[in-house]
Nanobody, 129 residues
Framework: QVQLVESGGGLVQAGGSLRVSCAAS????????MGWFRQAPGKEREFVAA????????YYADSVKGRFTISRDNGKNTVYLQMNSLKPEDTAVYYC??????????????????????WGQGTQVTVSS
């Protein structure tokens, strides 16, 4: 029903910046909580950032606070992740996810991949040292 397509990944040197995007089709984007997760080879998928319906509330993993910014444009059905001061440990496939319930919970709720209903195919971000 809902399709999410990530784009904007690539290769960047440590300290550089990159912006990844996630375009949604189907469903009602403006009612969804949107999140970003990432997965490195041999590791479990981990939470990166999330934002509620209007984008006024955001959550970040401690590892990216102060460096990454999540935002959304409901008119374009798109969520973004601006990544600054990139580190080699940020290297991973970045996935966009949507929670159709779109409710406000405690912050920890958004950390679990199990709470999201739809996922994109991922976009590779590689940070060289």
């Amino acid at each position: 029903q809902v399709q999410l397509v990530e784009s904007g990944g690539g290769l960047v040197q440590a300290g550089g910046s990159l912006r990844v995007s996630c375009a949604a089709s189907g469903g009602t984007f403006s009612t969804y909580t949107m999140g970003w997760f990432r997965q490195a080879p041999g590791k479990e998928r981990e939470f990166v950032a999330a934002t509620t319906r209007s984008g006024s509330i955001t959550y970040y993993a401690d590892s990216v606070k102060g460096r990454f910014t999540i935002s959304r444009d409901n008119g374009k059905n798109t969520v973004y992740l601006q990544m600054n001061s990139l580190k080699p440990e940020d290297t991973a496939v970045y996935y966009c996810a949507a929670d159709r319930r779109g409710q406000v919970y405690s912050g920890s709720y958004y950390y679990s991949s199990r709470n999201y209903d739809y996922w994109g195919q991922g976009t590779q971000v590689t940070v060289s040292s």
